[in-house]
């Protein structure tokens, strides 16, 4: 929100707890609206907007395909509406299965594969611009997602780390780039 604001965005934020509600509000200087139901929140709303971010949140909610539909109705034409969650496609969640961070249970309620979140993004209107899963988010998940992994295995804190870091560079050579994060792109056509 900070990031956007100082891009010269008029920021809008939909946010489930109250302390950030204020914090977005009064620190950063956004309008924040309190609320558990984002899908509902937008579809009150009368403005179109430019760009909408639903960045590591889709995974948090019950029912994110009606969030979805709900943001590509909001979108001006030509607006942008960028996703990002957890790759459970990557060589990561492959290998490290429970033991992989970005599971998440239960706060991670749902995912979609790369395949699966661009089709429910056509099917309701939007257009892909762009899927990745080896921008730079993605590798740092991934980095993160290893050395949690050494974590749980070595109690002294520097071997943990190196450790953390060889595996990931192990897993990196396996996964071809391919992170633990997906970055989705969609365009409304309008």
């Known amino acids: 929100s900070c990031n956007a604001k100082d891009a ?12 950030c509600v204020d914090f977005l509000t009064n620190v950063v200087g956004v309008k924040a609206i309190e609320s558990s139901d ?12 430019d760009v909408i971010a639903l960045w590591h949140s889709l995974e948090h909610l019950p029912e994110p395909w009606i969030v ?9 034409p030509g607006g942008i509406l960028l996703v990002a969650v957890p790759n459970i496609e990557s060589y990561d969640f492959a290998a490290l ?13 749902f995912f979609y594969t790369a395949g699966s979140l661009q089709r429910l993004c056509t099917t309701i209107g939007l257009e892909t611009l ?4 080896s921008d730079r988010l993605s590798q740092i998940l991934s980095v ?12 002294i ?16 050579r396996k996964s071809k780039g391919h992170g633990s ?6 365009v409304n056509p309008g």
Not at 8 to 19: H, K, L, Y
């Open 157 to 172: 804190k520097y071997v943990r780390k190196l450790l953390g870091l060889v595996m990931y560079q192990f897993a990196k």
């Open 8 to 19: 010269g965005f008029d920021v809008t934020a939909i946010e489930m707890n109250r302390q």
């Open 68 to 76: 979805l539909q709900s943001a590509a109705k909001r979108l001006a």
């Open 181 to 186: 994060g997906l970055t989705a792109v969609f």
């Open 38 to 49: 984002p899908a509902s929140t937008m579809r009150a709303m009368d403005e179109q907007f």
């Open 144 to 155: 993160n997602a290893w050395c949690e992994r050494a974590d749980s295995i070595i109690p």
């Open 130 to 133: 762009e899927l990745s899963t």
């Open 97 to 109: 299965k429970s033991k992989w961070v970005h599971l998440d249970a239960p706060r991670h309620l």
